[in-house]
DNA sequence: AAAGCGCGCAACCGCCTCCCA
DNA sequence: ATGGGAGGCGGTTGCGCGCTT
């Protein structure tokens, strides 16, 4: 006797998620707001499960999402968190405004993982990859070590006592002290903490390099301070109005920010344009069960790419 | 030009946790 | 206290695309 599934799959469509069905589930949620997702999919006319609902809306739809590859600030931000939380995706993606888990653990597997195994650190532990065996013996001068596979040795991290505060819901506690000891079940003594100058602050820049151990003015102010000023300015970045679609659109397409492609660009306000006025249509002629246009696709990550905006706008 | 290969990412699967009756 | 429903979460899969041969 196994667990009851989610749903009925009989009859139920899975896959790629198409640009009808992509605009059926924003009308409703924006209409009726998150409810019982279970049963969205009937009552939005969606032949799909109320878990593919939920996935499709919080991995893709949902209008407050940043787009595009992860900065390298937040990539740095991403291998902290993971220092101290592990795999959980969905805690380090609360930290990380405008990203969602799914993203993140993309991320994690593809590149972030690469990039620690070849800097010679361990991307489970965080810590450094044990050296490859030495050659046996027998003819040691004869016999250089491997270059390219070496691993660099990293210098273990054994942080001293520091508080650090994280970008948590308001329900949650937002300090935590850690002390090498426990924390949320989390054993410190198996994962490495970050130094205190690696505490991160979230800024409106991406590029805002993190405190480093260099600058003398970092060192005379508390991590306590620190990481009230990061608070700060999460908060700050959610309290600000969001922008009108026309404020955005000066804002990001004068400024260049769909790159140097012009007829990318026509092409990318074209449907846009047809997105607002709602005269997006599939292309019933060549599929009638055509896959999500990548147009729509593209759209949604592009929008979303710098700040979000009232939702409601687009539609 | 075409086949093969590897990579990245959206989506799925199934277990876990929480909540409520 | 407990059992079931619903949502959340992390691991995995599979497809599409770009690069290489």
Redesign the pocket.
């Known amino acids: 006797m196994?667990?009851?599934?989610?749903c009925d799959?009989v009859g139920l469509k899975?896959?790629?998620?198409t640009a009808d069905e992509d605009k059926k589930l924003i009308n409703f949620i924006l209409t009726n707001g998150q409810?019982?997702?279970?049963a969205v999919p009937k009552l939005a006319g969606l032949l799909r499960c109320?878990?593919?609902c939920?996935?499709?809306w919080?991995?893709?739809l949902r209008p407050d999402l940043k787009r595009g590859?992860l900065s390298e600030y937040e990539e740095k931000m991403v291998i902290d968190l993971h220092a101290q939380l592990g795999?959980?995706?969905?805690?380090i993606a609360s930290n990380l405004p405008g990203r969602t888990?799914?993203?993140i653990?993309?991320?994690w597997?593809?590149?972030i993982k690469k990039k620690l195994k070849k800097m010679g650190i361990d991307p489970l532990t965080h810590k450094p990859l044990p050296l490859p065996t030495p050659p046996a013996p027998t003819d040691q001068q004869s016999s250089p070590q491997p270059v390219d596979e070496a691993p660099q040795m990293v210098e273990t991290v054994f942080p001293e006592p520091m508080i650090i505060e994280l970008a948590k819901d308001e329900h949650e506690v937002n300090k935590r002290i850690v002390e090498g000891s426990q924390v949320d079940e989390f054993c410190m003594d198996e994962i490495p903490l970050i130094e205190p100058h690696e505490i991160l602050l979230f800024t409106e820049s991406n590029n805002l390099p993190p405190l480093s151990s260099s600058s003398s003015s970092s060192s005379t102010s508390s991590n306590h301070d620190i990481s009230a000023c990061n608070q700060n300015v999460v908060h700050d970045e959610l309290d600000q109005p969001l922008p009108s679609i026309d404020q955005w659109c000066s804002n990001n397409f004068d400024a260049g920010f769909l790159g140097n492609d012009a007829a990318a660009d026509d092409e990318f306000l074209t449907n846009l344009n047809m997105l607002i006025n709602d005269e997006f249509e599939i292309d019933t002629t060549i599929e009638s069960d055509a896959?999500?246009a990548?147009d729509l696709t593209h759209y949604s990550?592009m929008l979303m790419n710098d700040d979000a905006w009232e939702f409601e706008q687009l539609l």
């Open positions: 196994g667990r009851q599934p989610c799959k899975q896959g790629p998620w409810c019982c997702w279970r109320g878990k593919s939920r996935l499709r919080t991995n893709y590859l795999n959980r995706w969905s805690k888990d799914n993203e653990k993309n991320h597997n593809t590149h896959t999500f990548p990550k």
